[in-house]
Nanobody
Framework: QLQASGGGLVQAGGSLRLSCAAS????????MGWFRQAPGKEREFVAA????????RYADSMKGRFTISRDGASNTGNLQMNSLKPEDTAVYYC????????????????????WGQGTLVTVSS
């Protein structure tokens, strides 16, 4: 089971740190992804990380602003979001795939089997 947390209201230019905790399983060969969905828009890829080797992938619009990381000891994935913009407002979801995804598939929602409940991020202008 995945539990996402850390969302909230922040002003433009501010930062938030999202976390995704998994219970009941080791993450040694998993891939974790973050996706978001804004009102009236389709779900879009944000970032992903392969647990074993730490390889990451980001959506172009998030590069340089967002950083994904993992904490193996606590089975928690984190998404540090800096320089937030109003257009970053969305519900953010974490998801996992029980294996090491190749880089080309890390951005695809269909690659992930398990999804958390989402956490709302609101960025005010």
């Amino acid at each position: 089971q995945l539990q996402a947390s850390g969302g909230g209201l922040v002003q433009a230019g501010g930062s938030l740190r999202l976390s995704c905790a998994a219970s009941g399983r080791p993450f040694s060969t998993y891939t974790m992804g973050w996706f978001r969905q804004a009102p009236g828009k389709e779900r879009e890829f944000v970032a992903a990380i392969r647990w074993g080797d730490g390889a990451t992938r980001y959506a172009d619009s998030m590069k340089g602003r967002f950083t994904i990381s993992r904490d193996g000891a606590s089975n928690t994935g984190n998404l540090q979001m800096n320089s937030l913009k109003p257009e970053d407002t969305a519900v953010y979801y974490c998801a996992t795939h029980s294996g090491n995804l190749i880089t080309g598939t890390m951005s695809r929602a269909l690659s992930y089997e398990d999804w958390g409940q989402g956490t709302l991020v609101t960025v005010s202008s």
